[in-house]
């Protein structure tokens, strides 16, 4: 499994925050690199700005949003192309602005609403 499905359960599960802080650590040196290098083959593959299509999906802000939480796009160069791509997004990009938010947050208030 490329995202290690059952380790973020446990991660997001953890009450205990020594026992998080590890579970974390490994989530990203492992789960997450392995993750990333998909999406990053996944969108030099696809050739354009976004992950699947010529147009932004659900997919593109998603992924920006957990590049976002990181800033971990180096090494990585097709996802920070798509990253930048999100972000100039003349409605996300007048949002930014105006509120000098990241598009990581812009991406979680999306996803309040979208739950509501």
């Known amino acids: 499994m490329v995202c290690g499905i059952l380790e973020w359960l446990k991660f997001f599960v953890e009450k205990y925050a020594k026992k998080k802080e590890e579970l974390r650590k490994e989530l990203i040196a492992i789960h997450y690199t392995k993750f990333l290098s998909k999406m990053n083959t996944i969108q030099h593959e696809n050739g ?69």
Do not use: C
């Not at 602005?97 to 947050?105: F, G, H, N, W, Y």
């Open 48 to 116: 354009g700005l976004y992950l699947l299509t010529d147009e932004m999906t659900w997919a593109d802000l998603v992924i920006a949003q957990y590049i976002g939480k990181l800033e971990k796009t180096v090494g990585y160069p097709h996802l920070r192309k798509m990253k930048d791509a999100v972000e100039r997004h003349p409605n996300i990009k007048e949002w930014l602005v105006k509120d000098r938010k990241t598009a990581s947050e812009f991406i979680d208030l999306l996803m309040t609403f979208s739950r509501q």
